[in-house]
Nanobody
């Protein structure tokens, strides 16, 4: 079992930066791929990016590639989402998630079984 808690959201101006954190409980966190998703009002939840258990593999949605970076610190049971050059269209609730198959590094929502409660990110123009 993995329990996830996001933090670090807030209000930022366009062009600014935020770093989200996702703290995990459970002894097997370091063995899990971790993903980030987001959901804007009236829209479906969408994939943002993913990092494998060792941090050696990352994948990102095209919409955030080059602006967002995922990293992890297994000693602290924490995964991070560094968001730079934020745009108003990045406004959403951001969720971290862990997949059923702990080695999965894809973008399919249904493949993720453990979710945090989400943290709101609002980017003003």
């Amino acid at each position: 079992q993995v329990q996830l808690v996001e933090s670090g959201g807030g209000l930022v101006q366009a062009g600014g930066s935020l770093r989200l954190s996702c703290a995990a409980s459970g002894r097997t966190f370091s063995m899990y791929t971790m993903g980030w998703f987001r959901q804007a009002p009236g829209k479906e939840r969408e994939f943002v990016g993913v990092i494998n258990w060792s941090g050696t593999i990352t994948n990102y949605a095209d919409s955030v590639k080059g602006r967002f970076t995922i990293s992890r610190d297994n000693a602290k049971n924490t995964v991070y989402l560094q968001m730079n050059s934020l745009k108003p269209e990045d406004t959403a609730v951001y969720y971290c998630a862990a997949p059923k198959n702990k080695y999965y590094t894809g973008s399919y929502y249904d493949a993720y079984d453990y979710w945090g409660q989400g943290t709101q990110v609002t980017v003003s123009s």
